[in-house]
């Protein structure tokens, strides 16, 4: 059995890779055109530069990691009643300086899309909340090329 917070990262992934989520944001952006296929947004928290150096990587990457649970008890007689901040974190990288940093953003406008589509109940007293916090970082020299990187940061309460 997984744990909680493995459960609620492994639903938010799911989320992004179904047919009505990312891919689904991702037509409604012409800049996102030359991208045969959305990017898989895969549960793992483990630095661009250690990924890199393990295996071939193919951008953009889809990370889905967890940076903050409170459980504020909200809710009596309940083992867990809080939230979860999900952060979602999109790398792009390219050999040309030129049209970068809006292809990240393009994307980072459809996985906030993809939330906004799916805010509400997720199942299992999981509740995507409404509303994000997206950062987006300046262009740095990555390996061979140019890299940059968005996160958006999102809640998801649950109550079990």
């Known amino acids: 059995m997984s744990t909680p917070t493995a459960q609620v990262l492994q639903m938010t992934a799911d989320l992004l890779n179904a047919t009505a989520g990312l891919a689904a944001s991702l037509t409604n952006y012409a800049a996102l055109a030359e991208f045969m296929t959305a990017p898989v947004a ?17 951008y953009p990457i889809c990370r889905v990691y967890c940076d903050q649970v409170q459980n504020d ?23 040309r300086l030129e049209g970068i940093t809006e292809t990240l953003q393009s994307t980072a ?28 970082d300046e262009v740095k020299k990555g390996g061979l090329h140019y890299q940059q990187s968005a996160r958006v940061k999102f809640m998801v309460s649950w109550e079990r």
């Open 42 to 58: 895969t549960v793992s928290h483990v630095p661009q530069e250690l990924q890199e150096r393990q295996k071939k990587v193919a």
């Open 73 to 95: 008890g909200r809710v009596k007689f309940r083992r867990f009643s809080g939230t979860y901040r999900v952060v979602v974190e999109v790398t792009h990288s390219q050999d």
């Open 109 to 136: 406008d459809a996985v906030s899309d993809a939330l906004d589509r799916n805010s509400g109940n997720l199942g299992a007293g999981m509740v995507l909340q409404p509303g994000y916090v997206a950062e987006v």
